[in-house]
């Protein structure tokens, strides 16, 4: 006879007791910035053209906007976290105007009333902040040297009946469905220009055209001498054929490695000379040479073979690096390679660290269409 199962009981938790804690606010780093971004009125580009058609009881539709924006920056999962993290927080509230925070069912209403037209909305008052506080436009304008702009593509997994979420690769699981996340980012200045979600099948080869056309568009790079001091620093994932021609005839420097690890081999064979290099990130030994037989692009490169022993002792594994750098150095250009590392891998990881951004895997939670404008603007807000 098999055994009753017994549960064991929950604990009781003194609500009165904890909303009392929650006095004081365990996030004071970021009630210390509610006030720079109170005094830049960050918040009322939202408040001033997102227009969602739904009635006000307590709080407008944008005022709910900026609840989500707060309570993911707190720590929020999930719309219903809300409710736990943020609305018992009366400091961090307090710090932004608020007297309370309105409930996660409230907010989940205001997202199933959004439009593609309040889509638009949203990206057009992000475009209008972006233009007001940003450093990388005005930096541009003025700078008489290459300014190099880092790309890349990550993995975010989500529900399987999310939008855009297909079965595609995401680093360490295998069969996950999500998207994937691009992002542009001004290297100097380490300010986010455009990131933007595509379906999880898509690659980055694939992405690259049109992230190139949202980087022109927010940095009103219109003419072929404004591009001239631009340099796209991008992993193999980006580095076909057609994609690097594609930024050389856009008078584009680039700084790159190439996609196919055969070619790479070739390439490597016409090496004269290998030098020894700093370490990979693995700490595997790794030596460097100019290759003397360079595939031809579109415009007149320099290409760097880069090698190092394979993970189980046979052999070499090898990649190229393109550079339009003609008098640069060796160790030069594989050193400007490598600080990718620093800029776009390493924003990835404070996200999915800090904001917890990979662990959204349903943040609407049921009850919504696979094409909903509500998960648009959703995201739209939260990334």
Known sequence: MAKKRIRPKRKKINRKSQRKIRESSSFASLCGISELINSRGI????????????????YSPTDKLVFMVLGIMSGCEVVFDVNVQLR?????????????????????????AATEENVAQLESALKTIWDNHNMAVSLLEKTERVETIDMDLSGMPASRKAEGSEKGYFAGKRNTYGRQLARI???????????????????????????????????????????????????????????????????????????????????ASSVHEWVDISPGTDNRPRQAG???????????????????????????????????????????????????????????????QGLGMRKRRNPLGAGLDDKSAGENLFHEVFV
């Open 88 to 112: 018992v927080d009366q400091a961090l509230l307090r710090s932004f105007g608020y007297d309370n925070c309105a409930d996660q069912s409230g907010i989940q209403r205001t997202l199933d």
């Open 290 to 352: 100019w290759v003397s037989q360079p595939h031809r692009y579109g415009r007149k490169t320099r290409q760097l073979a880069i090698r190092m022993p394979g993970k189980k002792g046979k052999g070499y594994q090898y990649s190229v690096l393109i550079t339009t750098d003609i008098d640069a150095d060796l160790y030069t250009t594989v050193d400007d390679y490598d600080g990718r590392s620093g800029v776009p891998e390493s924003s990835f990881c404070q996200d999915n």
């Open 43 to 58: 918040f009322q580009c939202i408040h001033q053209q997102v227009k969602i058609q739904q009635k006000k009881v307590d």
């Open 185 to 267: 980012l001004v290297s100097r200045t380490q300010e986010i220009v455009s990131e933007y979600l595509y379906p999880g099948n898509m690659t980055s080869c694939k992405v690259f055209k049109d992230m190139v056309y949202k980087m022109e568009q927010h940095l009103s790079l219109h003419t072929m001498e404004q591009r001239r001091l631009i340099r796209l620093r991008f992993d193999g994932g980006f580095g076909t054929d057609e994609n690097i021609n594609y930024a050389l005839w856009r008078n584009y420097h680039l700084l790159a490695k190439v996609y196919s690890w055969k070619r790479a081999k070739a390439l």
